[in-house]
């Protein structure tokens, strides 16, 4: 009878990085689909902080590119029932200010960039057990699989100059559908999203 190895720590250490060397950065909503009981309303405020260089691969003639970019996001986030559904809604203005240098041809250049941003808009629903909750009933709630959508939506708000090369606004729409599933095994979790 063939032996069966458990996966070794310098194995998983190696899967992990791995991983790392082939993955992408992504946009993330941890938690995303764990209900929440209706009628809650909150303001949430994230920040984000780039620094690094800005790859134009060939496309203009700047060289040596570099960015330090701060990103406030102010949020609003309700739940609501949706044909007796946990569901939510979220709507995001961010705010970006951003310095930018690097040589065009061999001139120093800088940049200053400041302003509002792209405003988004997401709408989720719970499918597979995730049944709409008041406070009283989601105290005993106890999650075990939980399937749900999401649709994002993003409005081209911020303000978008054709004739320079850095905006704050996108200038188009963008939609994003998302299918979640999370799952709970004892202490652990486990969220997995596939979106287009």
Same mark, same amino acid.
């Given at each position: ?15 992990? !990085? ?37 790859? !134009? ?28 559904? +946990? ?32 405003? &988004?808009?997401? !709408? ?5 057990? %995730?049944?709409?909750?008041?406070? &009283? &009933? !989601? ?30 606004? +996108? ?6 559908? &998302? ?12 969220? %997995?999203?596939?979106?287009?």
């Amino acid at each position: 009878m063939p032996s069966i190895h458990k996966p070794c720590g310098a194995g998983l250490l190696f899967s992990f !990085f791995l991983a790392c060397t082939v993955c992408h950065a992504q946009s993330l909503v941890p938690r995303a689909y764990v209900i929440t009981p209706v009628n809650l309303n909150a303001v949430i405020v994230t920040y984000s902080f780039y620094d690094g260089s800005v790859l !134009f691969n060939g496309a203009v003639p700047i060289t040596g590119a570099e960015t330090r970019v701060n990103v406030a996001i102010f949020s609003y986030y309700h739940t609501f029932r949706f044909f007796g559904r +946990s569901a939510n809604i979220t709507a995001s203005l961010p705010y970006g200010v951003g310095h930018y240098q690097g040589k065009l041809i061999t001139v120093e250049r800088e940049a200053y960039r400041s302003g509002l941003l792209d405003t &988004e808009f997401r !709408f989720s629903v719970n499918l597979k057990g %995730g049944l709409a909750t008041t406070p &009283e &009933e !989601f105290r005993s709630w106890r999650q075990k699989l939980l399937v749900g959508a999401s649709l994002t939506m993003v409005t081209p708000t911020g303000q978008y100059y054709p004739t320079r090369l850095i905006k704050r606004g +996108s200038n188009r729409w963008a939609f994003k559908p &998302e299918l979640g599933l999370s799952r709970r095994w004892g202490n652990w979790l486990i969220d %997995g999203y596939a979106w287009v």
